[in-house]
C-alpha cells in the first residue's frame, strides 16, 4: 500500500489533528484492510516484529477485542495491561507504571482511561506512538473512525448529508470525535436529547445543530446514530425514568418515520434495547449496527499499519 501521507510515528488522540485529507487516507487504507479480513487466511506477516500494548484502565469489550485482534491480523505481539491487580493498585503512579512498561520493548499504545489527557500523557513519558481508546468524556476517536467508515462505505462520501445523533450528548465521548469527523468531511450535524443531557454552546464549539424534539431532528435525516444511556458515568438523576426519557427520544418505527425512507441508522452499542432504540430499527434493513462492529476491526488494523510503517 502506498499512501504520500505520513503516518509513522504518530498518535491519535482525537481527529481534530487529522485533516480531511487524512481521515480519507485511514478509511482507504481500512476499505483494504476490510477486503483482507474476507479472505479464508486473513492474518498478514506486515507488524511481525513489532509489539503493542493495550493499556485498559475502564471495562472494555468490543473495543479490546477489536484492537487485538486488529493487531494479531497483521502479526504483531500484544500485551494486555489490566489495572486491576497491578502495581497501581499497590500505589505505583501510572507515570512509574508506563516507564516500566516502555522497559520491555514496546512499539504502539493503545489507551483506555477515565481522565482526558491520559493518552498524552503516556505520549510523554514514552515517546511512543499512542492510539486513544476512549478517554473519559472527552474523545473516542477510533469509534468516530470506524462510524464514518460505515457511512462513507455505504453512501460514498459525507459531504452534504445531514447526520443527527440522539440521545446523551453530555456524557458521549463517541459524539465529541464524531461531530470533528463528520464536520469535517462536510456533514450536516444535528444532535438530540433532554436538555439536561445537552452541554452549553454546542453549536458554537462544533457547529452543528441542536435539537430537543427529536421528529425535528430526524427531519429528512440521512443518517441516524443512537448513543447508549451512559448511566455508569452519571452522578445525578438528570432525567426522571428511563421510561419517560424512551417515550421522547427512542428510535421506532413511528419516529423514523420522519427521516428519509432509506436513512443508515447506527449504534455505537452496547445497545440498552427498548430505550434508545427498538429492535424493530436496530434489526432493520436500514441498521448497519453489527457492520460498525465489522468496521471496528478494519479501521484499527489501518490505524496500526499506517501508524508502525507497514509493508504490503
Not at 467508515?149 to 460514498?156: D, P
Not at 455508569?232 to 427512542?250: A, H, I, M, N, V
Request: aromatic share 6%; proline share 4%; glycine share 8%.
Amino acid at each position: 500500500m502506498q499512501n504520500e501521507l505520513n503516518f509513522v510515528g504518530r498518535c491519535l488522540y482525537d481527529l481534530n489533528d487529522y485533516t480531511a485529507e487524512e481521515i480519507y487516507a485511514i478509511l482507504e487504507a481500512s476499505k483494504v484492510m476490510k477486503e483482507i479480513n474476507k479472505r479464508d487466511y486473513k492474518k498478514l506477516p506486515t507488524l511481525k516484529g513489532k509489539t503493542i500494548c493495550t493499556l485498559f484502565f475502564e471495562n472494555s469489550t468490543r473495543t479490546l477485542m477489536s484492537f487485538e485482534l486488529a493487531a494479531d491480523r497483521l502479526s504483531a505481539d500484544i500485551v494486555r495491561f489490566a489495572s486491576n491487580g497491578s502495581s497501581l493498585a499497590k500505589g505505583e503512579s501510572l507515570q512509574d507504571t508506563v516507564y516500566t512498561i516502555n522497559a520491555m520493548g514496546i512499539d504502539l499504545y493503545v489507551i483506555r482511561h477515565n481522565l482526558p489527557g491520559s493518552p498524552q500523557l503516556v505520549h510523554k513519558h514514552t515517546g511512543k506512538p499512542v492510539l486513544n481508546a476512549g478517554d473519559g468524556h472527552h474523545a473516542h476517536p477510533t469509534q468516530a473512525l470506524l462510524d464514518i467508515f460505515s457511512i462513507w462505505e455505504k453512501l460514498g462520501s459525507l459531504d452534504g448529508l445531514k447526520i443527527t445523533l440522539v440521545g446523551d450528548i453530555a456524557h458521549s465521548r463517541v459524539v465529541r470525535s464524531n461531530l470533528i469527523g463528520m464536520r469535517k468531511l462536510g456533514a450536516e450535524v444535528t444532535v438530540c436529547g433532554p436538555k439536561t443531557l445537552m452541554p452549553s454552546q454546542m453549536s458554537e464549539v462544533y457547529g452543528c445543530k441542536v435539537e430537543y424534539d427529536l421528529k425535528t431532528a430526524l427531519k429528512d435525516a440521512d443518517v441516524v446514530m443512537g448513543l447508549r444511556m451512559q448511566l455508569e458515568r452519571q452522578s445525578e438523576g438528570l432525567f426522571p425514568s428511563l421510561e419517560e426519557y424512551s417515550k421522547l427520544f427512542t428510535l421506532s418505527k413511528e419516529t423514523m418515520k420522519y427521516a428519509k425512507k432509506d436513512a443508515l441508522v447506527l449504534h455505537p452499542g452496547p445497545m440498552n434495547r427498548g430505550i434508545e432504540i427498538l429492535p424493530e430499527i436496530a434489526d432493520s434493513s436500514r441498521s448497519v449496527i453489527l457492520e460498525q462492529v465489522t468496521n471496528g476491526v478494519a479501521v484499527r488494523m489501518a490505524l496500526l499499519f499506517l501508524m508502525l510503517g507497514g509493508r504490503m
